[in-house]
Structures are given as C-alpha cells and as structure tokens.
C-alpha cells in the first residue's frame, strides 16, 4: 500500500548507499536493493503484513509510487474497478480510503 520508496528515502542505505553494497563488478550501489541488505529495520518494513494486499499486477505497475489524492475529472480505465490514475496522481475505489488510511497510519 505505502510504496517503499516513500518509507526507504528515510534510511540512509537508500539514499547514500553503503561501503558493502557493491555489486560483482565493483560498482557501488544505492536505493531499495542496498536497503534490503543492510538495514534490518527497512526488511521489517517492507515485509509488514499490515501493509502488504493483493493487487491486480497491471493496477499495482500502473499506481507506481504515486501519492493519493482525489482526482474527481479523471475516468477508471480498470472496469469495475474504480481506480483512477492521472498526472503522476492516483484515487483508489472510494471504498479503500479507510484501509488506505489506516494503513498510512500504521506503517507512519
């Protein structure tokens, strides 16, 4: 739900990355990959169960790491799913907001 770069840009192994996160060519390396294997915090955030549901693969690639917001001009292209993606912006079916919400609150 909460993309991990919105919780990893706060680790510094995402950020700067780490003197051990070096690939098999010698080529230092940064962001999500660096995080996993260094900070046990970030693991246990993005593996947390409260913030982890199923999604439609191509819904889920489409949100990429879009905030939520309201966008009331844009039109569903996800049929019965009113899921609404425009401007780099997405809305969720109105009947999520309260799980989204909680689930912000929880991973905050």
């Known amino acids: 739900m909460v993309p991990a770069e919105s919780f990893g840009r706060a680790f510094s192994e995402w950020r700067d990355g780490h003197n051990e996160c070096v690939n098999n060519k010698g080529k230092p390396f940064k962001g999500r990959k660096c995080a996993e294997k260094m900070n046990k915090e970030y693991r246990y955030m993005q593996a947390d ?14 949100r990429s790491n879009y905030n939520f917001t309201m966008l009331p001009a844009a039109k569903s292209d996800f049929g ?10 997405a809305q969720p079916p109105i009947a999520a907001s309260g799980t989204i919400a909680g689930t912000y609150m929880h991973m905050e």
């Open 80 to 89: 019965s799913s009113d899921m609404r993606i425009d401007a780099r912006k």
């Open 49 to 62: 169960m409260h913030n982890l549901f199923p999604a439609i693969g191509a819904v889920n690639v489409l």
